[in-house]
Structure formats: structure tokens, C-alpha cells
T-cell receptor, first 119, second 112 residues
Framework: NAGVTQTPKFRILKIGQSMTLQCAQD?????MYWYRQDPGMGLKLIYY???????DKGEVPNGYNVSRSTTEDFPLRLELAAPSQTSVYFC??????????????????FGPGTRLTVL | QKEVEQNSGPLSVPEGAIASLNCTYS??????FFWYRQYSGKSPELIMS????GDKEDGRFTAQLNKASQYVSLLIRDSQPSDSATYLC????????????FGTGTRLQVTL
């Protein structure tokens, strides 16, 4: 059971290049999330998904796209990389939105992260 | 914009002492509260969750919640050097069962 995996671990992009950050989980979780974390800052939600075929924007979606064709995979696409997208990207997953009582989410489990630099 | 506020620190405590980490939140509709530990260069790791007012203990960790005061805290007893990390407070957003708002974290240093 690998949990949440992310590839690549590190990447340097030039301005205007595109790339896809991969995320996969083997825990049969239906909820998946993408966050970015800038130095000294908390985590900001980019996109999330409540199941295959269903995605929605988070707090900072501009410049990113996602898709969710399977329960296991939730890739994040950067189309035209900009220096402002230099950050550490974390993928997370959770079993469902309900745990510990009505209206309580279950715990989110994080992948190891991708450190992205755009020059 | 709903916020979660934490003192950035660093909070320095001697080995064996109690570390007290605090968090306030602005969203009165928040229902669930979490503490994550994040070592430098690593991903966040969930260490405590709390859903109702009062205290919840797990080993050396105690989470305390006061919804009326919109305040959640984490106590670490018998602090160890391995507890040195950044601790992130996270709360659920009103109207959603799964979206979290994170604080910026408090850096804890446990000194020998």
C-alpha cells in the first residue's frame, strides 16, 4: 500500500512551458485535492475532486487544469508556466466527506510533494 | 475570505517541557479541526483531529477546542527534539464536508 504518490519530485521549467504533475492513490479514496505551498505560507487549495469525472475549483485555480478519469489518478496540468507558479505542490486524498459525525470530513493524507521552479 | 491564524514562531521550548500551540479561526460554521505536523522539506502529516468542544488526548498530544471562542490549541507534553517541526492548523469551511483552510503554521523548536 503506497498511499499517495506524486511524480516528479523536482522539476525546473522555463516560462511558457507546460507540464503535468502526476498524483495517484491506492487507498480507494474518492476525494482528491491539489494544494500549493509557498515558502513560509500555509497550503492553498488549487482544485479538488469528489470522484471520477467530477472536479471543482479551489482558492487559487488560475493557470491550472485538472482531470479525474479514474478513482486512482488526479493529474494537475500547467499550460503556460509563469514564475508565480514556483512552489511546492502537494496532492492529498480522503475517503469521503463524512466522518466523525454529520458534516465532518475525514482526514486528508498527503503525497510527498513536487518542488517546481519556473525560470 | 475565511482565515485561520497562527503565530509563526519560532516557539522555543526545552526538552521535557510542555509546548502550547494556538490557532484562531474566523469561520463560525467550521465543524472539524485538525493539526498537521510538517518537517522541513516534507509533506504534512495528520497528528490530531477534534470535532467537539473540550479536550482530546492521544499519547503526548492533547487538542483543545472552544467553538464559542473560535479557538483550537495543541499541547505537546514531554517535548522531544523530534517534535521540532512546523505545526499547521486546519479547519473545515462552512457548507463543505471536505475542504480545509490551513493556517500558515507555527514553527516549534525543542532545545536540548
Amino acid at each position: 500500500n503506497a498511499g499517495v504518490t506524486q511524480t516528479p519530485k523536482f522539476r525546473i521549467l522555463k516560462i511558457g512551458q507546460s507540464m503535468t504533475l502526476q498524483c495517484a492513490q491506492d487507498m480507494n479514496h474518492n476525494y482528491m485535492y491539489w494544494y500549493r505551498q509557498d515558502p513560509g505560507m500555509g497550503l492553498k487549495l488549487i482544485y479538488y475532486s469528489v470522484g471520477a469525472g467530477i472536479t471543482d475549483k479551489g482558492e487559487v485555480p488560475n493557470g491550472y487544469n485538472v482531470s479525474r478519469s479514474t478513482t486512482e489518478d488526479f493529474p494537475l496540468r500547467l499550460e503556460l508556466a509563469a514564475p508565480s507558479q514556483t512552489s511546492v505542490y502537494f496532492c492529498a486524498s480522503s475517503y469521503s466527506g463524512l466522518a466523525g459525525g454529520l458534516g465532518s470530513p475525514s482526514e486528508q493524507f498527503f503525497g510527498p510533494g513536487t518542488r517546481l521552479t519556473v525560470l | 475570505q475565511k482565515e485561520v491564524e497562527q503565530n509563526s514562531g519560532p516557539l522555543s521550548v526545552p526538552e521535557g517541557a510542555i509546548a502550547s500551540l494556538n490557532c484562531t479561526y474566523s469561520d463560525r460554521g467550521s465543524q472539524s479541526f485538525f493539526w498537521y505536523r510538517q518537517y522541513s522539506g516534507k509533506s504534512p502529516e495528520l497528528i490530531m483531529s477534534i470535532y467537539s468542544n473540550g479536550d482530546k488526548e492521544d499519547g503526548r498530544f492533547t487538542a483543545q477546542l472552544n467553538k464559542a471562542s473560535q479557538y483550537v490549541s495543541l499541547l505537546i507534553r514531554d517535548s522531544q527534539p523530534s517534535d521540532s517541526a512546523t505545526y499547521l492548523c486546519a479547519v473545515t469551511q462552512t457548507g463543505t464536508a471536505s475542504k480545509l483552510t490551513f493556517g500558515t503554521g507555527t514553527r516549534l523548536q525543542v532545545t536540548l
